[in-house]
């Protein structure tokens, strides 16, 4: 993809005390190796899984896969995971680029020494979520399309500020929440040991985008603040898309229509996309861009409920 950027250089070199000079001191101190991951872990793909919550087993009955029987169900869980870990990978990959693009464009130079670090963790976690893939998972799955569209349009833009909201906020604060309900939702303890490290290190980056935007959307005209807002919206309905889940119906030669419609309205289905969607919810609201209009539009969506982030005007 094409993109022209405004890269920057400083010479104002005397430190700040900024927090983001703290958060960049600490990222340095909380480096990981992927050898530090217990490789050795059994992953038994495709397994017979312990019963689920009795919650997700009325989802079951519900779903388009019950008349296939209960192994049907265990095949989806597996394929489920196989699906999320591949998205991880690609997305991470695309932090990774992002994360160096910051490096270019953010304007002072603490800012820059975060993104630096920020960096090499992407490049960490892409490593440590293939190197699962490529031992573990037989099929891994492409980048699917709504995620592609969405880091397409992050990287696309040439505003700092747009490409942190993108990836910073609404890819990062989403794959953090993923990453830590994946006790419930994976089914090996390496995926969930390689999890709780990543998710350790998307904590900092998330931090960095909202130490990043506070403040910033109260200093812009309104016709600059909409154009982040339909940024947020478009890619909220980016990650609903995604995660009806089409790639899988198709894997399991599901009907797209029956799968895509059961995933839209089943309640645990619509309850896992406001887990995951809650912390951007949150993010959203610290940075000051959950405005009635933001709001509405996720609620439509059905990625929060409507009462919800109420007080972050
Ligand atoms: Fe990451
Ligand atoms: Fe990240």
């Known amino acids: 993809m094409r993109s022209s950027v405004q890269a920057q250089l400083t010479w104002d070199y005397e430190p700040t005390g900024s927090r983001t000079g703290a958060l960049y ?51 989806f869980r597996w394929e489920l995971q196989a699906w999320m870990v591949s ?10 680029v992002v994360a160096s693009r910051l490096v270019e464009v953010m304007p002072d130079l603490e800012s820059k020494f975060y993104a630096t670090t920020q960096a090499v963790d992407e490049a960490r976690h892409v490593e440590v979520f293939s190197r699962y893939l490529r031992c573990n998972i037989a099929y891994p799955y492409p980048v699917s399309e709504p995620l592609l569209l969405m880091l397409t349009d992050i990287l696309a833009d040439s505003r700092w500020d747009v490409v942190a909201l993108g990836m910073q906020i609404m890819v990062e604060a989403l794959a953090m929440a993923a ?24 904590a900092r980056h998330v931090s960095f985008g909202v130490m990043s935007l506070s403040g910033l959307y109260d200093r812009m005209t309104a016709a600059e603040r909409a154009e982040r807002e339909d940024l947020v919206l478009e890619s909220a309905a980016l990650i609903r898309r995604r995660f009806l889940l089409s790639d899988i119906w198709d894997r399991l030669e599901v009907p797209l229509r029956e799968g895509s419609d059961f995933a839209a309205r089943n309640e645990l289905m619509v309850a896992y996309r406001q887990a995951i969607f809650s912390r951007v919810g949150h993010a959203l609201g610290q940075i000051g861009l959950m405005t009635p209009r933001v709001r509405a539009g996720l609620a439509s969506l059905d990625l929060i409920r409507f009462t919800e982030g109420a007080t972050h005007d």
Do not use: C, N, Y
Request: negative net charge.
């Open 179 to 202: 990453f830590r309900l994946a006790g419930s939702t994976f089914h090996d303890d390496l995926i969930k040991q390689i999890t709780t490290l990543v998710a350790r290190d998307e």
């Open 25 to 75: 001191q600490r990222a340095k101190q909380m480096q990981w190796h992927v050898d530090d991951v217990d490789w050795r872990l059994p992953v038994r793909f495709g397994a017979p899984l312990p019963d689920d919550s009795a919650f997700a087993m009325t989802a079951f009955a519900a779903s388009p896969l019950a008349r296939r029987g209960r192994p049907a169900w265990d095949a």
């Open 87 to 96: 998205q991880f990978l690609h997305g991470e990959q695309a932090a990774m």
